[in-house]
């Protein structure tokens, strides 16, 4: 498994759309100073790291089987219904707040920096899967498909080989992204904290992670923004 050539052209073709699209919201609606050269540029960049960061994380689903799978159900986890509407929630508004993020950078270089989190995020998340690899229920993935949103939970499950369940990277992500977003310059905390407690109970309700897992995954990004804020001052403080 991993990232299909297909998928790697298109994305590699939609960059101008997007870096266009970034440098419209950017500049009209948080008064970025980017121009569309550096859009394009940081978009470039994002484009790279989404590729690679797939292609590392299909590769330790390929061979994360030298350990033995564990999993942190707990009985309050039963007691969570399974809810598949809010598959949308948990793997569209994922991308939509990263996009969020994206636009709402006020330099290059923070930008940079933000993706040096994304990559230690990547890095140790990946690593935990390879040597302490997790699972969910089995009973979790037991469910009739009946409509367009457990279609598209299967269609999400197929990429997935049910070994790399902690900690949650959505609620990773959330996590650091969340926290990124709380210092926009309008509802900044409603957004960010609202994000992660959304992406929170869609990985709970759509079956995808127990409490555990989501809770580890929170813990994670927000360890690792703290870690990539005290990195920045350092840096900063070097200039």
């Known amino acids: 498994m991993?990232?299909?050539?297909?998928?790697?052209?298109m994305l590699i073709l939609s960059v101008p759309t997007f870096a266009i699209l970034f440098w419209w919201i950017g500049t009209e609606f948080f008064r970025s100073d980017l121009n569309l050269?550096?859009?394009?540029?940081?978009?470039?960049?994002?484009?790279a790291i989404l590729t690679g960061g797939y292609q590392l994380y299909?590769?330790?689903?390929?061979?994360?089987?030298?350990?033995?799978?564990?999993c942190f159900k707990i009985d309050l986890d039963d007691r969570i219904p399974f809810w598949p509407q809010w598959i949308w929630i948990y793997n569209l508004?994922?991308?939509?707040?990263?996009?969020?993020?994206v636009v709402s950078i006020e330099s290059l270089q923070e930008g940079v920096h933000l993706i040096f989190g994304g990559l230690m995020l990547l890095?140790?998340?990946?690593?935990?899967?390879?040597?302490?690899?997790?699972?969910?229920?089995?009973?979790?993935?037991?469910?009739?498909?009946?409509?367009l949103a457990t279609r598209y939970i299967r269609f999400v499950q197929s990429f997935d080989n049910s070994?790399?369940?902690?900690?949650?990277?959505?609620c990773a992500v959330a996590a650091y992204v969340g926290l990124i977003l709380i210092d926009l310059p309008f509802l900044g905390p409603l957004v960010g904290y609202g994000f992660?407690?959304?992406?929170?109970?869609?990985?709970?309700?759509?079956?995808?992670?127990?409490?555990?897992?989501?809770?580890t995954g929170i813990a994670l990004g927000y360890v690792v923004f703290n870690l990539n804020n005290w990195l920045g001052e350092i840096y900063l403080g070097l200039l």
């Open 2 to 9: 991993g990232m299909a050539p297909a998928w790697v052209l």
């Open 58 to 70: 299909f590769w330790v689903q390929r061979h994360n089987y030298r350990y033995a799978t564990r």
């Open 163 to 170: 070994r790399n369940a902690f900690p949650s990277m959505h």
């Open 93 to 101: 508004l994922y991308y939509v707040m990263i996009g969020l993020t």
């Open 37 to 47: 050269l550096e859009y394009l540029v940081f978009a470039v960049l994002i484009a």
């Open 123 to 147: 890095l140790s998340g990946t690593a935990v899967f390879y040597f302490f690899p997790t699972e969910v229920p089995a009973s979790f993935r037991d469910f009739q498909v009946s409509g």
């Open 196 to 215: 992660i407690v959304l992406l929170t109970v869609s990985c709970l309700v759509v079956k995808q992670h127990v409490i555990v897992d989501t809770l």
